[in-house]
């Protein structure tokens, strides 16, 4: 019997250490609602996620929650390294939990692409001095020339990460996805456009490839392999179209690294392009990671629910995750289960309101 477009989506699984609903996930998506001086989430943000959660999304990723004041790039971003920030991340969790939900946090250090009057004045890190072209991302100023990162700064970022993860757990958060694509902190380390070190954390792609196993390693030993998720991207500068040389090559790099610092739960994310698009051989960025990697996957990139039941059906993803849809529609898989048509993303209604 041919399956519908819902019995895949619709599915339960297990995923890492948690029993979801659904195979979907909520995308982390910027959203710049928590107090722009505290980085403290409010009832409005408690709300949001609580929508999410009460239609049975599966997993929720939150938007990306900083690690430190240096590794804040945008106004209202929120954080996970105050006692008042973990407070009120709480009530996000339980208000989730209560409907049943699964969520994570993004912990995310934007590294060189940020200003230093949204850092308390601290400059940028990075791992080499290398200014980041145009204006940070909500704020209209160019950025700063970040200073390069000693030793010390950086095993004291992967000290940061581990503690945003413990941060995390004490906030009732079920896991963490460490950002490491978007040319911020972890993709610099990763880019030979942004890290040119000359030391164990520069060099080759494998040898580049150091700090981001260095800060999974810390997570995972933090709080497990089956709570921690890892986001990266085969951009060689954030958002840009500027792909890996060979990135069939540079896919086989990453999971190999991933596999040995010990990770079991991946999303490849596909950054500007969709997820159908082609990547190298014929395949699509999802295809192409299946290929090196049996653990779990996410699958990103304007997905629709025909083209994630399809993935979903071949294989190629473990775990279906919408973005845009589900900013416009809280009730997104209500929606799609019950035929109802979707309200369509606008960026002037949807981008500065929490619907």
């Not at 959203?31 to 239609?55: I, L, M």
């Not at 999971?255 to 079991?264: L, N, Q, W």
Request: with cysteine; hydrophobic share 40%; proline share 4%.
């Amino acid at each position: 019997m041919k399956q519908s477009v819902q019995e895949k989506l619709f599915e339960t699984v297990q995923f890492g250490s948690w029993n979801l609903r659904t195979r979907t996930a909520m995308a982390p998506m910027t959203r710049c609602f928590a107090d722009d001086q505290t980085g403290v989430v409010g009832p409005d943000v408690v709300e949001y996620y609580r929508k999410r959660a009460a239609d049975n999304i599966g997993l929720i990723i939150t938007e990306g929650t900083v690690i430190s004041p240096q590794g804040k790039g945008n106004p209202g971003v929120p954080g996970l390294y105050s006692s008042e920030q973990i407070a009120a991340w709480k009530k996000v969790t339980e208000a989730v939990h209560a409907e049943g939900g699964t969520i994570i946090a993004q912990i995310w250090h934007v590294g060189r692409l940020t200003h230093h009057e949204l850092t308390g004045g601290l400059p940028p890190q990075a791992p080499s001095a290398i200014q980041a072209e145009g204006l940070v991302h909500r704020f209209r100023k160019p950025y700063d020339v970040p200073e390069e990162m000693s030793i010390e700064d950086i095993q004291e970022v992967v000290r940061q990460f581990a503690q945003a993860a413990k941060n995390a757990i004490k906030a009732g958060f079920d896991g963490v996805e460490i950002h490491g694509a978007h040319g911020y902190l972890i993709d610099q380390f990763n880019s030979d456009l942004t890290n040119k070190r000359t030391d164990r954390y520069g060099g080759d792609f494998a040898q580049r490839l150091t700090f981001m196993k260095e800060v999974l390693a810390s997570v995972i030993n933090a709080i497990g392999a089956d709570r921690t998720l890892i986001r990266f991207s085969l951009m060689k500068d954030g958002y840009s179209d500027k792909i890996m040389e060979n990135p069939e090559e540079a896919i086989r790099t990453f999971t190999e690294a991933f596999k040995e610092v010990g990770v079991k739960m991946i999303h490849p994310s596909t950054a500007m392009m969709d997820f159908t698009e082609v990547f190298a051989d014929g395949k699509t960025l999802h295809q192409l990671v299946r290929k090196y990697w049996d653990g779990v996957s996410i699958g990103v990139g304007n997905l629709n629910q025909e083209i994630a039941e399809q993935a979903l059906r071949e294989g190629t993803i473990d775990i279906a995750a919408f973005g845009r849809p589900l900013l416009a529609n809280p009730d997104f898989l209500h929606r799609i289960k019950n035929g109802e048509e979707l309200i369509e993303y606008d960026v002037n209604k949807h981008l500065g309101t929490l619907v």
